[in-house]
Each structure stands twice: as structure tokens, then as C-alpha cells.
């Protein structure tokens, strides 16, 4: 079995956009069904949001309830941010690796006397 973010991030397969098991409370201004989707944002939308949020927890004047959803939020978006960048990596480092195969092949024919 695969986790969410190992699904999401395979090969470029598509995010799936289900809510995560026990996400908790919402950050002020930030509705039900905007926490539901965070699995769907993209990885611009994502990290813009996490900076808003980081600039509100930095502004300070929330209550530390306010406080404590902000944080929760950030650590949420910080997940999608990161499950997004290690799908790329795997993609980089497949693509890399299909090169590099591909490349000692070619190198292999070369050195049998076989065209290229």
C-alpha cells in the first residue's frame, strides 16, 4: 500500500484531493473545504499560502488559539510543498537514470562494433 503523498507524487500521476486522516481546526479565514483541498493545491499555490500564513504567525496580535491553526495550517501546506518537490526529484532522477542506462547502452554497441 502506498501512502497519499508517495500516490500523488508518482511519475506524474495526478494528486488525488481527498482530505488527510485527523487534520485538525481551521486558520482563520480558512474555510472547511479550503483545508479539505489542500491535497489538490499546486505547489505555487501552496507555498504562496504558507508564506501568508508565516506572515500572519510573524505579525503576532492572534489569539493563541488563531495561533495554533496558523501553525497547524503551515505544517499542512509545508507537507504538500514537500510531497510535490520529492515527486519532482523522483521524476528528475528518473529521467536521469533512464539517460544514463540509455548512454551505456550506446557506449556497449560502440564497443561491440555495432552501429549506433
Known sequence: MTTKAEGRTAAGTARDGSPRDGEAGSAEGASQAELATADALSYEQARAELVEVVQRLESGGSTLEESLALWERG??????CRAWLDGARARLDAVLEEEADDAEEEDDDAEDGEPG
Do not use: Y
Request: a negative charge.
Open 75 to 80: 505544517e499542512e501546506l509545508a507537507g504538500v
